[in-house]
């Protein structure tokens, strides 16, 4: 069964500062996935990651895969408040789609 | 263009009652997802239709759970009968597999359930 591991799962960064969340996943992928999900809302797509050694950056944001590690990682370059959310992986693999436990971010001043 | 639209966007029913949700896609995205995220947690996949077929439905409860896709455009999701554990927010969600934004899902508002 395809298991995804997110970590950290709560994290809680100053302004400025740059930190990576790691996502694990168990067996061989055709896709894996970011999202952010704002308290009470619905989820909004950041990257999608189709082949090994892909890299994807949309401002502050910057998505890796390493299809061979089973590893995918987000990274957060200067972080700021409107960063807070919490940042989820899914991994798609034949069909069978899998999100992790999520990655609760703050930001603080 | 317009999202994926979902309704009622929120339901409150008794156990054992059953309820029905409708989501509509994005015009033209075949494949369309529906997904339980209970509160805290991460969303899980219940059912992938590719236009009107069914992909996966191996995490959908199949005792009490239903959805289907006439004519592989909007989808119903039902629960009959409703336990207290099925209280969660369900996502639809459509994507393509064309284009700049192939594969990228993009979710509906959601349907709150409360099961009391």
């Known amino acids: 069964e395809l298991k995804v591991e997110q970590n950290p799962l709560f994290l809680s960064m100053q302004e400025g500062k740059n930190y990576t969340i790691y996502c694990n996943y168990s067996t061989t992928s055709d896709r894996l996935y970011w999202y952010r999900q704002d308290p009470g809302k619905s989820l909004e797509s950041l990257f999608v990651?189709?082949?090994?050694?892909a890299v994807k950056q949309e401002g502050r944001l910057m998505a890796s895969l390493d299809t061979k590690a089973r590893l995918s990682t987000l990274h957060i370059t200067a972080a700021v408040h409107d960063l807070s959310a919490t940042y989820f992986c899914a991994v798609d693999s034949s069909n069978d789609m899998r999100f992790g436990a999520g990655t609760r971010l703050t930001v603080k001043p | 263009e317009a999202g994926v639209a979902q309704s009622p966007r929120y339901k409150i029913i008794e156990k054992r009652q059953s309820v029905a949700f409708w989501c509509n896609p994005i015009s033209g995205h075949a494949t369309l997802y529906w997904y339980q995220q209970i509160l805290g947690q991460g969303p899980k996949l219940l059912i992938q239709f590719q236009n009107n077929g069914v992909v996966d439905d191996s995490q959908l409860p199949k005792d009490r759970f239903s959805a289907e896709r006439l004519k592989g455009v909007d989808s119903t999701l039902k629960i009959q009968p409703a336990k207290l554990e099925d209280s969660a927010v369900y996502l639809c969600?459509?994507?393509?597999?064309?284009?700049?934004?192939?594969?990228?899902?993009?979710f509906g508002p959601g349907t709150r359930l409360t099961v009391t």
């Open positions: 990651l189709l082949s090994n050694g």
């Open positions: 969600a459509s994507s393509s597999r064309s284009g700049t934004a192939a594969y990228e899902q993009y």
